[in-house]
T-cell receptor
């Protein structure tokens, strides 16, 4: 049972464009939604995270939009740069427990110069 | 401040053998979690330890086990290795329940 579904699987964006990655979850007990960025040969690194009491959170060029009624959340990367080319994972956990994260399948982003 | 350290970085083992992977969390972190990453299944949760106690366990067979020591360092063990156990094993640590989880670079295990 895939509890967090992520799309698209891959994404190609021109430099300066907006990258949008979407995730949907099933378990309404989830209350922590982070996004991780992973470069080849590295472990995932936390980009930004949101809890359901807010609908949007922005940190620099990265924004999470959260729709509790639709059980969906998305990552927007503004002014995408070639250095943003990586694999992005959404995740979810319940009870605020960051020690047990349920991950989406990942999105490979390529930003073309 | 040192990050999460996983050793070894690479391992090649033969089917049927067992393997032990090590994870040293960030100083002061008491929660350590383990994940398996494969191209087909993505990132899957194995187990979580907090103050030497297993707090959560994922849906993996009993061949996968772990433990945490009093200094918060953790080890995971896989017995009777199968080809399908080939994966990147990632460790993450956090201060406690609701704080950010930091990942190590992982141990790449290849079973031949």
């Amino acid at each position: 049972q895939q509890q967090v579904k992520q799309s698209p699987q891959s994404l190609i964006v021109q430099k300066g464009g907006i990258s949008i990655i979407n995730c949907a979850y099933e378990n309404t007990a989830f209350d922590y939604f982070p996004w991780y960025q992973q470069f080849p040969g590295k472990g995932p690194a936390l980009l930004i995270a949101i809890r359901p009491d807010v609908s949007e959170k922005k940190e620099g060029r990265f924004t999470i939009s959260f729709n509790k009624s639709a059980k969906q959340f998305s990552l927007h990367i503004m002014d995408s740069q070639p250095g943003d080319s990586a694999t992005y994972f959404c995740a979810a956990s319940k009870g605020g427990n960051t020690g047990k994260l349920i991950f989406g399948q990942g999105t490979t982003l390529q930003v073309k110069p | 401040k040192a990050g999460v350290t996983q050793t070894p970085r690479y391992l090649i083992k033969t089917r049927g053998q067992q393997v032990t992977l090590s994870c040293s969390p960030i100083s002061g972190h008491r929660s350590v979690s383990w994940y398996q990453q494969t191209p087909g299944q993505g990132l899957q949760f194995l187990f979580e330890y907090f103050s030497e106690t297993q707090r959560n366990k994922g849906n993996f067979p009993g061949r996968f086990s772990g433990r945490q020591f009093s200094n918060s360092r953790s080890e995971m063990n896989v017995s009777t290795l199968e080809l399908g156990d080939s994966a990147l094993y990632l460790c993450a640590s956090s201060l406690g329940t609701s704080t950010e989880a930091f990942f190590g670079q992982g141990t790449r295990l290849t079973v031949v």
